[in-house]
């Protein structure tokens, strides 16, 4: 799938999105990301779903984003509150929904100027 962005605005944005890889400023990746609208693309150490752990969410939280989406893969899955917890302490807003989605998310809120990162669970279908 591509999307569109706005062009003018320097922010990261997601330019597609498929089977096994995303798109991000026009260069794809095939791992999992942390993407903020400003800052830098890294790649977040993980494999799948299944392989989060709490030093995932301390990685997001060190970022002191305004809000955090979470792209599952390929369908919305949610990680034990036990997890969130580092979140939820922060007080930073999060929602979790399948990848596909949170990048659609993304750059609507990109779009509207928020500070917002994306953590990007990429797999293959």
Known sequence: MKLQSDPHSGANTIT??????????QIPYSHAVL???DGAISEWPIES???????????MVALKPELILIGTGSRQRFPKPELLKALIEAKIGFEIMDSQAACRTYNILVGEGR????ALIVESI
């Open 16 to 25: 597609g999105y498929g089977d096994g890889y995303v798109e991000i400023n």
């Open 35 to 37: 993407l903020s609208s």
């Open 49 to 59: 779903f299944d392989s989060l752990e709490a030093s995932h969410f301390a990685q």
């Open 115 to 118: 500070q917002v990162l994306l």
